[in-house]
T-cell receptor, first 116, second 115 residues
Framework: AQKVTQAQTEISVVEKEDVTLDCVYE???????LFWYKQPPSGELVFLIR??????QNEISGRYSWNFQKSTSSFNFTITASQVVDSAVYFC?????????????FGSGTQLTVLP | KAGVTQTPRYLIKTRGQQVTLSCSPI?????VSWYQQTPGQGLQFLFE???????NKGNFPGRFSGRQFSNSRSEMNVSTLELGDSALYLC??????????????FGPGTRLTVL
């Protein structure tokens, strides 16, 4: 079984600050995917980033970057120069990459509030 | 492409009633997954349908059921509603084929309130 832990329940920052959201996962599978989703007040889950277990290269995409470390089972997500519109609940999720099981296992989410 | 649509967006029912929620996936997508989101349990997987067949099922009682039609639209049914069924029900669409990634795209959800 897979498990995702997001220890930060709520984070509050002032606009333009950088913020890092932590994610620790557990899985017995050797191949898997990791995701970050954003859920604004409207409720829809918006896909942000995906990383597979074979690729530990960390990247930057616009104001988003992520730090995947297999050795510590962590998949942290950073927003640079935060904006008020970034206020939302952020979910980390994992999914195995083999077989037909396509379901996502989500963490409990981190509520990010960006203050003007 | 149009996104995932879910109807209705809001629903109020009373205990003991049954409810049917609908999800239309992205055109061309053959897989539809359902998730329940509650403050206490978070986001939990209900089931997945692919080509009109249930492919995976989460740990929910038999009161929760679903089906998928030939046009890939899916419905989810909850019978004998309980107060604890109050939740946001999210539908996710993916190609579901041999593509390894099978990105899931979510709809806006149906907010169900059971009184």
């Amino acid at each position: 079984a897979q498990k995702v832990t997001q220890a930060q329940t709520e984070i509050s920052v002032v606009e333009k600050e950088d913020v890092t959201l932590d994610c620790v996962y557990e899985t017995r599978d050797t191949t898997y995917y990791l995701f970050w989703y954003k859920q604004p007040p409207s409720g829809e889950l918006v896909f942000l980033i995906r990383r597979n277990s074979f690729d530990e290269q960390n990247e930057i995409s616009g104001r988003y970057s992520w730090n995947f470390q297999k050795s510590t089972s962590s998949f942290n997500f950073t927003i640079t120069a935060s904006q008020v519109v970034d206020s939302a609940v952020y979910f980390c999720a994992t999914r195995i990459s083999s077989g037909s099981a396509r379901q996502l296992t989500f963490g409990s989410g981190t509520q990010l509030t960006v203050l003007p | 492409k149009a996104g995932v649509t879910q109807t209705p967006r809001y629903l109020i029912k009373t205990r003991g009633q049954q409810v049917t929620l609908s999800c239309s996936p992205i055109s061309g997508h053959r897989s539809v997954s359902w998730y329940q989101q509650t403050p206490g349990q978070g986001l939990q997987f209900l089931f997945e349908y692919f080509s009109e067949t249930q492919r995976n099922k989460g740990n929910f009682p038999g009161r929760f059921s679903g089906r998928q039609f030939s046009n890939s639209r899916s419905e989810m049914n909850v019978s004998t509603l309980e107060l604890g069924d109050s939740a946001l029900y999210l539908c996710a669409s993916s190609s579901g084929g041999t593509d390894r990634v099978n990105e899931q795209f979510f709809g806006p959800g149906t907010r169900l309130t059971v009184l």
